[in-house]
Antibody
Framework: QLQLQESGPGLVKPSETLSLTCTVS??????????WGWIRQPPGKALEWLGN???????HYNPSLKSRVTISVDTSKNQFSLKVNSVTAADTAIYYC??????????????WGQGTLVTVSS | DIQMTQSPSSLSASVGDRVTITCRAS??????LNWYQQKPGKAPKLLIS???SLQRGVPSRFSGTGSGTDFTLTLTSLQPEDFATYYC?????????FGGGTKVEIK
């Protein structure tokens, strides 16, 4: 059974960089059938897609974050990571790592991590 | 960006009721539309992909229809475990976008 697990600091100071890692178990991150991505959800609000990455390192990002987001992959560790720089209180959210099924019509997010709350505060 | 508008934003219903949630895209997205269910404190769960394809293990009381700009998620005979928030999501173009959610509450 595929599992995704987010890890990283739960508290980040304003203007600093938020860094999270997603560890994939029960499957290979190098599969050609999937993208791996990040989605966030501010408390009580809707979902926002941040971006994704293929095992080759090819990425897509949400333009709304104005180049503050970087996603990287480490196939040797079966992990991928998220960095959001210059954070503000508006970046406070639950961050989910997800698998995006490229081989399926409409490329759904078919596996999700449990989510990790990141609070931006001094 | 493609805007996804869900309606209603919330509704109250009773066990056994039929519930319909609507999702409208700001431009045509063919059937590049997925539905998710989220319960409090949990990650969203994929229910339906490609507008109408029920995921394995999802009860048949859930169904999805639509194409182009207008989509619906229908729950027939609402069960206690169906009280949750539902989101639509388009994957027609980047950035992927979600609807604002529909919270289904117990009447």
């Amino acid at each position: 059974q595929l599992q995704l697990q987010e890890s990283g600091p739960g508290l980040v100071k304003p203007s600093e960089t938020l860094s999270l890692t997603c560890t994939v178990s029960g499957g290979s991150i190098s599969s050609v059938s999937y993208f791996w991505g990040w989605i966030r959800q501010p408390p009580g609000k809707a979902l926002e897609w941040l971006g994704n990455i293929f095992h080759s390192g090819s990425t897509h990002y949400n333009p709304s974050l104005k180049s503050r987001v970087t996603i990287s992959v480490d196939t040797s560790k079966n992990q991928f990571s998220l960095k959001v720089n210059s954070v503000t209180a508006a970046d406070t959210a639950i961050y989910y790592c997800v698998r995006e099924s490229v081989g399926s019509t409409a490329q759904p997010f078919d596996y999700w991590g449990q989510g990790t709350l990141v609070t931006v505060s001094s | 960006d493609i805007q996804m508008t869900q309606s209603p934003s919330s509704l109250s219903a009773s066990v056994g009721d039929r519930v319909t949630i609507t999702c409208r895209a700001s431009q045509s997205i063919s059937t590049y539309l997925n539905w998710y269910q989220q319960k409090p404190g949990k990650a969203p769960k994929l229910l339906i992909s490609a507008a109408s394809s029920l995921q394995r293990g999802v009860p048949s009381r859930f169904s999805g229809t639509g194409s182009g700009t207008d989509f619906t998620l229908t729950l027939t005979s609402l069960q206690p475990e169906d009280f949750a928030t539902y989101y639509c999501q388009q994957s027609y173009s980047v950035p992927v976008t979600f609807g604002g959610g529909t919270k289904v509450e117990i009447k």
